[in-house]
């Protein structure tokens, strides 16, 4: 019987799982749809136990297919979104849904905490910017704005310490999951007392930090039946997403950047030290205790797309791809700010608007089209750039996403950042970056850096065209200076 690793991928759209062999071959997979509630504008959220049902569904369908191949499980490692924020009471129960990280409802917090004289100091511990992204924000808002639902708030979580705990019993989190709540000292790997403070809370309203590596067995038998395993399958806590997506896509090395672009977007770098950025632009995530991954996130990537298709052009997603390769590179001049959702990444202000700047009679369908994808990349470009200042200069560009089926959207990528851009074969680095934790934790492998040698495989590398290299630079420096001039 030949054993294989589950990597589980909590993500904000999907919940994905997939089974690898020792051979590096993909043998079972299966996804299910995230459900995002809206309830009140700038208000993102999704019940914690609907999306413990789908992680359940989704490893007993692995399971399943595992079962019929006559294959056994040597553990499961699981990959989630990051900043969700969740409110227990003393008995452990729900008093909120699950506050994900596109949830705007605390600005008015991180405006505070920006101008708090106090985040000139904590800012270089946590690695976090001053954001209503930041879970920390958040817990302020549940104290500020919802002080009779406060006073029986006992615990703060995420959306995976909320299913760690329902498989497990255990209130425990991760290096990497709470490296981005603003509330982890990334260098000392402990609650930051400074934050603490802050914050007015104790370090009781938190869970247990266990680092990447953290075991768990399954045992219950209810559970074990649910999903298909034996009693004392390993569970690997993990890491978040934005960790995973770069060791998954093999972005291990000095100069290798990553770029993902699915709903959101963002550009990463992996290094030995955290990031010590003075503009305080760039967050700093534990991967382990010897890897950081520094970089910025988008609110505003496919989702643009998407945006284009059903309010401007009502024309469907691949039609506008058509389009925008139609259009002259650089769009005649359009420039498109891509700030629909506010912005992260680089300027931190949840309350940017976009625009397009320049548009003429001239300007078609197509135009528009072409300006807004190139816009979007214009936008992770000046993060790249911040990157390349405060990290090492990037020198090759790993993309994954869903962004990358389209040949266009990728060439686009190494037009604009004038640079070759490496596609992974597999999309699912974060479920690879998860299984790759977890054979170090069961020391299958001796290094991550040896895993990924073993098991990141690549398609397809796009290279910059020398004829459009200029033009997009030039246009990358009125990008710069439109968001100069906000």
């Known amino acids: 019987m030949q054993n294989v690793w589950i990597g589980i991928d909590i993500g904000t759209t999907n919940v994905k799982a997939i089974a690898m062999t020792e051979q590096g071959e993909t043998v079972a997979q299966s996804t299910a749809s995230c459900v995002t509630y809206h309830p009140r504008n700038g208000y993102v959220e999704q019940n914690p136990d609907e999306i413990f049902g789908l992680f359940v569904d989704v490893i007993r369908q692995v399971t399943d297919m595992l079962r019929n191949q006559n294959r056994s499980v040597e553990a499961v490692s699981l990959c989630s979104a990051m900043?969700?924020?969740?409110?227990?009471?003393?008995?452990?129960?729900?008093?909120?849904?699950?506050?994900?990280?596109?949830?705007?409802?605390?600005?008015?917090?991180a405006d505070a905490l920006k101008k708090d004289p106090i985040f000139n100091k904590l800012y270089p511990q946590i690695g976090i910017p001053a954001h209503p992204y930041a879970p920390l924000t958040k817990m302020l808002w549940f104290k500020e704005k919802q002080p009779q639902a406060f006073q029986n708030i006992n615990r703060f979580v995420s959306q995976k310490e909320y299913l760690w705990y329902k498989l497990f019993g255990k209130f425990q989190i991760g290096y990497s999951i709470a490296s981005g709540t603003a509330l982890l000292d990334n260098r000392r790997?402990?609650?930051?007392?400074?934050?603490?403070?802050y914050a007015g809370l104790s370090s009781d309203y938190l869970s247990e930090i266990v680092d990447t590596y953290h075991q768990e067995k399954l045992t219950k038998p209810s559970l074990c039946k649910k999903l298909g395993l034996p009693s004392g399958t390993p569970f690997v806590i993990g890491a978040g997403d934005a960790c995973l997506a770069n060791l998954g896509s093999g972005a291990l090395e000095k100069g290798v950047s990553t770029l993902t672009i699915g709903t959101s977007g963002a550009v990463r770098q992996t290094s030995s030290k955290p990031s010590k950025d003075p503009y305080k632009r760039l967050f700093t995530y534990v991967l382990d205790d010897t890897h950081y991954v520094?970089?910025?996130?988008?609110?505003?990537?496919?989702?643009?797309?998407?945006?284009?298709s059903k309010h401007l052009l009502h024309k469907d997603p691949a039609e506008l791809l058509s389009m925008a390769e139609s259009a002259a590179a650089g769009s005649h001049g359009l420039l498109f700010v891509p700030y629909l959702l506010g912005e992260r990444a680089p300027v931190w202000d949840a309350r940017a608007k976009g625009s397009y700047q320049n548009l003429t009679w001239q300007h078609t369908q197509a135009h528009l089209a072409r300006a807004t994808l190139e816009g979007i990349l214009?936008?992770?470009?000046?993060?790249?750039?911040?990157?390349?200042?405060q990290l090492t200069k990037t020198k090759e560009l790993h993309a994954n996403g869903g962004f990358t089926r389209s040949?266009?959207?990728?060439?686009?990528?190494?037009?604009?950042?004038?640079?070759?851009?490496?596609?992974?074969?597999?999309?699912?680095?974060?479920?690879?970056?998860?299984?790759?934790?977890?054979m170090k934790s069961l020391?299958?492998?001796?290094?991550?850096?040896?895993?990924?040698?073993?098991?990141?495989?690549?398609?397809?590398?796009?290279?910059?065209?020398?004829?459009?290299?200029?033009?997009?630079r030039k246009m990358q420096e009125e990008f710069g200076q439109l968001l100069a001039r906000r």
């Open 189 to 197: 790997l402990k609650w930051s007392d400074l934050a603490l403070q």
């Open 294 to 308: 520094s970089g910025g996130p988008t609110n505003n990537g496919g989702n643009v797309l998407e945006w284009l």
């Open 443 to 472: 020391k299958k492998i001796d290094t991550l850096e040896s895993g990924v040698h073993q098991y990141v495989r690549y398609a397809d590398t796009y290279h910059p065209d020398p004829t459009k290299i200029r033009l997009y």
């Open 407 to 438: 040949a266009f959207w990728l060439q686009l990528v190494s037009d604009i950042f004038g640079i070759p851009v490496r596609v992974n074969e597999s999309n699912e680095s974060g479920c690879l970056g998860a299984i790759l934790l977890a």
């Open 83 to 109: 900043h969700s924020v969740i409110a227990l009471d003393g008995h452990n129960r729900r008093l909120s849904r699950s506050l994900l990280w596109a949830d705007n409802r605390s600005k008015t917090q």
């Open 378 to 389: 214009y936008n992770l470009n000046q993060t790249r750039q911040i990157i390349d200042e």
